[in-house]
């Protein structure tokens, strides 16, 4: 029978996952092969939802990270290629609710794992972030400002939500780290292009250097069992 991996490693797609999976290659990473894997789940709230689910069903891990990009609302002080920890995932609309209501049963709020969260700031120097998750892509500058005041988000991204929702329905304690890679605007998309490899890089660098201290994540996992 093969072995669960104790981490699972997620992004949306595969180049998001590029930097990290040739870190994992390398000395001193290559002693955990078999215990970390790497997936790509899929692009959007939807797609990452039936990737991560399925992902998590077959491998059985004991930690879930997501690495990826955001876009970064203009009011929030996170540079552009700067990576943040996610600490609250929302899922996001700009309308009114006399416009557009989420319906009171449907989740709305999640959170990522307060003590693998706080252990990977200690190795890093990154910031926490509040994460909204709109259906899609915000262009309009108006628009953006309007979701970013009612989520109360710093940044936002397509696939978070739906990856912490899945962890959270299994019971597996879940991380993220994303790079900034645009402001949330009408430039955005252009900024994505220019910014958004180096972005992912960051954020899968923070994630190897908190890797390399095994005594770290080995004993917050112990701790779980």
């Known amino acids: 029978m093969e072995k669960a991996p104790k981490i699972l490693i997620v992004a949306a797609w595969p180049p998001e996952l590029g930097r990290i999976r040739g870190v994992l290659r390398t000395a001193p990473y290559r002693k955990w092969r078999g215990q970390i894997e790497l997936q790509a789940v899929g692009v959007g709230l939807v797609e990452a939802a039936i990737g991560t689910t399925a992902a998590l ?28 920890i996610v600490s609250r995932v929302t899922l996001g609309s700009p309308e009114k609710e006399n416009v557009a209501q989420i319906p009171t049963p449907m989740p709305r709020e999640v959170s990522t794992s307060v003590r693998f969260s706080a252990s990977l700031a200690k190795s890093s120097t990154l910031e926490t972030a509040t994460v909204v998750c709109p259906l899609a892509i915000t262009r309009s500058s108006r628009r953006a400002k ?21 962890a959270q329905r299994a019971k597996v304690p879940f991380v993220a780290v994303l790079g900034v890679a645009n402001i949330v605007g009408p430039k955005g998309a252009k900024q994505w292009l220019d910014h958004g490899e180096a972005a992912a890089a ?4 923070a994630i190897a250097t908190w890797l390399r201290d095994e005594r770290v994540w080995k004993g917050l996992l112990e701790r779980r069992q």
């Open 146 to 166: 309007e979701l970013s005041k009612v989520s109360g988000a710093e940044l936002e991204n397509l696939e978070v939500f739906a990856i912490a929702q899945a």
């Open 57 to 84: 069903t077959r491998r059985k891990p004991q930690l879930l990270i997501l690495v990826g990009t955001a876009g970064a609302f203009p009011t929030a002080t996170l540079d552009i290629a700067k990576a943040a």
């Open 202 to 205: 960051n954020a899968c660098h």
